[in-house]
């Protein structure tokens, strides 16, 4: 099934679907792990700074290898993409879901990149997620501009969109302390647009928060820096105790430590999607 069938399908049916950003073998073989040991589907998601690091063609390959080798269903996204070329490059590159990203842009720019978007991606059949209002990155900047109901409708309505990224108090990175997500507001953005909504920033948002939001409308949970510090975190702690050199003996301890973190979202997410 495409991913923008699916989430429309957990749209009806009030469930949602983890998206974890990957960077390397290591954390995708995590988060695969994860899924397959809670009978999960997941996406895969990467950022243009991942894209960089590994290279579009390395990106896909390695996420449709691994994906087979581990036997779990996946879509791979392109997160927060920003450079238009490079959005298109991936959906040539045969990407499921791509991310527009110009909600830094005034409302009308938005629409019209986003549109541009929509138009390549449609032969293609991809998935296309845009956002609208700012989540903010934490330790950067501190910017917050909800999500307003009108303008969601308004937007989807005008660019075609599948999916939509909203503001509604979640932002990018660890939290000083425990964020406050706007449900009714979720709620109200859910009932005026066909879009599938999507909640970023989800690293430090408790489990009961997460569980109301998909209970409200969301139907794609990004989740990265949460990963990608316990990864980074046991790596440390390996380091110090050994001076082995051993890259598959080290690594996979790390890699343990995130697929059991990923694997906690996993159930608390599939918990809301059976009851
Ligand atoms: P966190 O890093 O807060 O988990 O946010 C992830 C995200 O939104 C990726 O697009
Ligand atoms: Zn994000
Ligand atoms: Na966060």
Not at 47 to 64: P, T
Not at 97 to 117: G, Q, R, Y
Not at 227 to 248: H, P, Q
Request: proline share 2%; glycine share 6%.
């Amino acid at each position: 099934m495409r991913l923008q069938e699916r989430l429309a399908k957990n749209k009806n049916e009030g469930k949602a679907l983890l998206a974890t950003n990957f960077y390397n073998f290591e954390t995708l073989s995590a988060v695969l792990r994860a899924a397959k040991n809670t009978n999960s589907d997941i996406i895969l998601q990467v950022s243009e700074s991942s894209i960089d690091y590994l290279g579009v063609n390395v990106a896909k390959d390695l996420a449709k290898s691994a994906s087979e080798q581990y036997g779990v269903t996946t879509w791979l996204h392109m997160d927060h993409g920003q450079d238009v070329t490079l959005v298109k490059k991936c959906i040539d590159a045969g990407f499921d879901s791509v991310m527009i990203d110009a909600s830094e842009k005034p409302f009308e720019e938005n629409v019209k990149i986003t549109s541009e978007i929509v138009k390549y991606a449609e032969s293609a059949n991809v998935n296309v997620e845009a956002e609208l209002g700012y989540i903010s990155k934490l330790g950067q900047d501190q910017k917050m501009v909800y999500t307003q109901p009108k303008e969601a409708k308004q937007f989807v309505e005008a660019t075609g969109v599948n999916a939509l990224a909203i503001a509604v108090g979640s932002a990018h990175g660890f939290y000083k302390e425990t964020p406050k997500l706007q449900i009714d507001l979720i709620q109200e953005i859910n009932e005026v647009t066909p879009a599938a909504l999507v909640l970023h920033g989800s690293s430090g948002i408790p489990d009961d928060q997460l569980q109301k939001a998909i209970k409200n409308g969301i139907t794609k949970i990004n989740l990265a820096t949460e990963i990608k510090n316990i990864f980074m975190k046991s790596l440390r702690e390996e380091f110090v105790a050994t001076d082995g050199i051993d890259l598959r003996v080290i690594f996979p301890k790390a890699t343990a430590k995130a697929t059991s973190l990923v694997e906690d979202k996993l159930r608390a997410i599939n918990h809301k999607n059976v009851q």
